[in-house]
């Protein structure tokens, strides 16, 4: 039986699955360093300090962290499809709404907001990786998913730089619906 298991070659609708779900995690990875590059212009347009703008990225990173060891639980009782979906539709919402921000106050809840939907899509990404291959075919998503992993927060600093010179800083955020519609 498990030989006959891991023979058995993804369909169509298991490789969508997976590309789905590593292209949520890149979006999540991504949103930690894009924010980096353009904090200064974030802090200016919110008129925040220094010290206060650091709460931008704070706010995300906490959250997400909470969120991570608490998704496969959640998983389990909503369904991974489900929660998937619901996260990834607040994930875009919260996206815009920091793009729309015009307090600190407001982007610090609207960015923990994110981070909290955010952190689901990286262990959600590894379970339906897990899931939908079987052992044979494991290794290659879960080196697609290292590679987003990586490639994420290597760009995340240019990109939002190069967003927030051609546009504005707020673009930083909106730069998720593209992904998150797909």
């Known amino acids: 039986m498990k030989a006959r298991e891991d023979e058995r070659q993804p369909s169509r609708r298991d490789w969508i699955a997976i590309f789905g779900a590593i292209l949520g995690a890149f979006m999540a990875v991504l949103d930690i360093q894009i924010t980096n590059a353009s904090l200064k212009y974030i802090q200016g347009g919110l008129a925040a300090s220094l010290d206060e703008g650091t709460w931008i990225s704070t706010a995300y990173l906490i959250a997400e962290i909470i969120t991570i060891p608490l998704s496969p639980w959640l998983s ?95 673009w930083i955020f909106y730069i998720n619906l593209l992904p998150g519609l797909v």
């Open 76 to 170: 389990d009782i909503f369904s991974t499809k489900r929660y998937l979906l619901v996260n990834c539709a607040l994930f875009l919402l919260f996206s815009i709404l920091c793009g729309l921000s015009t307090s600190l106050p407001e982007m610090i809840v609207f960015r923990a907001g994110q981070g909290f939907t955010g952190g689901v899509f990286i262990p959600t990404a590894m379970t339906i990786v897990l899931h939908c291959l079987p052992k044979s075919k494991q290794p290659i998503g879960l080196a697609m998913f290292g590679v987003t992993a990586t490639f994420a927060p290597a760009i995340g600093p240019t990109l939002g730089g190069w967003l927030t010179d051609t546009f504005s800083w707020r």
